[in-house]
């Protein structure tokens, strides 16, 4: 497989993964391009799974630039804010797809990093609990108690919102 074969097929789903995680457009370009720079470079001849291999590739990425800036963590939500207003297209999107992409990027958020991690790769990247283990180098009993962790704190998250709009419903 060429090198513009693998970028043009997993392109987007590295963009994507690192957009989930990073919560940020431009960091998620930057890293996206760094990963397509490590994929070429490397020796590609004992790699099994590629995917699995490039979004492991991607997730060190943005565990190493979330490291590098903790202690930059106010100036980082200021671009985050600023990045988000600017990717809005009003033309392109109905009310009700901005609305739902905010939410989701809102219960992904309230997430600790490690289980959002594994939930973006389940829901987003749609990986299964083994790749998932191999992307991020831990036991598939690690990715499975994360991604049930994560399934429950969402499930947390999106409870009081449910009863809200049951309570709403049984108005009219």
Known sequence: ???????ELYKEQVYYFCYYLMKN???AE??????????ILADRTKVRNMKSWILRIASNECHSVMRRRKSGWLKEVRHYLLSKSQSYNPVEESVYHRE????LRGLYSGLPDKIRTVVVLRFINDLTVPEI????????????????KGLKLLNKMVEPQLKELSNNESVF
């Not at 497989?1 to 970028?7: A, L, N, P, S, V």
């Not at 739902?100 to 939410?103: G, L, V």
């Open 30 to 39: 930057d890293i996206c391009q760094e990963v397509f720079v490590k994929v």
């Open 25 to 27: 457009q431009a960091d």
């Open 100 to 103: 739902t992409k905010e939410e």
């Open 133 to 148: 283990s191999k992307v991020m180098n831990i036991p598939e009993g690690t990715a499975k108690s994360r991604l049930n």
């Open 1 to 7: 497989m060429t090198d513009r074969e693998i970028f």
